[in-house]
């Protein structure tokens, strides 16, 4: 069974740009979750999506915003970039029916690079 | 709000030594626990999970974790370390609420000499 698969692997942009990372989660899950792994910041949760809908968010501004897709694959994107936005962006994908189900799956994640 | 701690940042071990990792969270309600490790080069993977039952959990490649309710705690454990267990450690928290986010903790790098 294929695993949470993230693309690209590396992006490069510039201040100001706007970054745009996808994701596909596991097949059969429904959630899909971003998580920014800055250095030394830790992982930090952006942004929960399930079953279409945009179900949380972290505290982040928002410019940071994404949507899911009718295959629950993911997008996220990030506005007028800024050099503090690089970092390794993760997606997990869980089952979510329940609590006893809840498990998040990570992809390896998109690497972040703003010049 | 909740956090979680993790009290080492770098653990250094020779193999065959015995390991644990500490890990506190504040939540007062009913939590859902999980280590994850990130080996190098490779992505986050699940090491063991505690949902709910018997508060010692046993995951892959021989570690264990022991919830604690009253310490708030949830240490990882194995007994007797390999050069292969050189990686970042991840404590993490949601409660019990089906989707919600995970809170991590900083993690724990451990480099293992053989």
């Known amino acids: 069974e294929a695993g949470v698969t993230q693309s690209p692997t590396h992006l490069i942009k510039t201040r100001g740009q706007q970054a745009t990372l996808r994701c596909s989660p596991i097949s059969g899950h429904t959630s899909v979750y971003w998580y920014q792994q800055a250095l030394g910041l830790g992982l930090q949760f952006l942004l929960w999506?399930?079953?279409?809908?945009?179900?949380n968010r972290g505290n982040f501004p928002p410019r940071f915003s994404g949507r899911q897709f009718p295959n629950y694959s993911s997008e996220l994107n990030v506005n007028a970039l800024e050099l503090e936005d690089s970092a390794l962006y993760l997606c997990?994908?869980?089952?979510?029916?329940?609590?006893?189900?809840?498990?998040?799956?990570f992809g390896p994640g998109t690497r972040l690079t703003v010049l | 709000a909740q956090s979680v701690s993790q009290h080492n940042h770098h653990v250094i071990l020779s193999e065959a030594a015995s390991l644990e990792l500490g890990c506190n969270y504040s939540y007062g309600g009913t939590v859902n626990l999980f280590w994850y490790v990130q080996y190098p080069g490779q992505h986050l993977q699940l090491l063991l999970k505690y949902f709910s039952g018997d508060p010692l959990v046993k995951g892959i490649k021989g570690f264990e974790a022991e919830f604690i309710k009253s310490k708030f705690s949830f240490n990882l454990r194995k007994p007797s370390v390999q050069w292969s267990d050189t990686a970042e450690y991840f404590c993490?928290?949601?409660?019990?609420?089906?989707?919600?986010?995970?809170?991590f903790g900083k993690g724990t790098t451990l480099s293992v000499s053989s």
């Open positions: 997990a994908s869980s089952l979510h029916r329940g609590p006893s189900t809840d498990t998040q799956y």
């Open positions: 999506y399930d079953e279409g809908e945009e179900r």
């Open positions: 993490a928290v949601n409660a019990n609420q089906a989707g919600t986010a995970l809170i």
